[in-house]
């Protein structure tokens, strides 16, 4: 099937990929959607706007709760696994497509 965007593991990985995708001949967003994931590293445009679409993380707030529970599992107090879901956020910006992009030929 045709692919339409690609997601980064991060948003270094996302540009990456848009480099390549662009010296391929490549046109993001029309012919591929770039998505990174973190939201910490900014593609700037050539007025400096991020045009990079990314899922922010809530990184302070997984630090703060990854060593909470680090210490609850040192004082003794955590004995079972925990599953804690923190709220992510899409950040659409100019480097997805509003439609399906374009078929390349």
Same mark, same amino acid.
């Given at each position: 099937?045709?692919?339409?965007?690609?997601?980064?593991?991060?948003?270094?990985?996302?540009?990456?990929?848009?480099?390549?995708?662009?010296?391929?001949?490549?046109?993001?967003?029309?012919?591929?959607?770039?998505?990174?994931?973190?939201? $910490?590293?900014?593609?700037?445009?050539?007025?400096?706007?991020?045009?990079?679409?990314?899922?922010?993380?809530?990184?302070?707030?997984?630090?703060?709760?990854?060593?909470?529970? $680090?210490?609850?599992?040192?004082?003794?107090?955590?004995?079972?696994?925990?599953?804690? $879901?923190?709220?992510?956020?899409?950040?659409?910006?100019?480097?997805?497509?509003?439609?399906?992009?374009?078929?390349?030929?």
């Amino acid at each position: 099937p045709e692919i339409t965007a690609i997601l980064g593991m991060n948003d270094a990985c996302a540009q990456q990929a848009w480099h390549l995708l662009t010296q391929a001949g490549w046109h993001v967003p029309e012919d591929i959607s770039v998505i990174g994931f973190d939201d $910490m590293d900014p593609k700037y445009d050539d007025i400096g706007r991020n045009i990079l679409t990314s899922v922010r993380l809530p990184l302070v707030e997984m630090g703060k709760t990854a060593a909470e529970l $680090m210490i609850e599992h040192i004082m003794g107090r955590l004995t079972t696994k925990q599953e804690i $879901m923190l709220p992510v956020e899409l950040i659409v910006r100019e480097s997805t497509a509003e439609v399906r992009p374009r078929a390349r030929r």
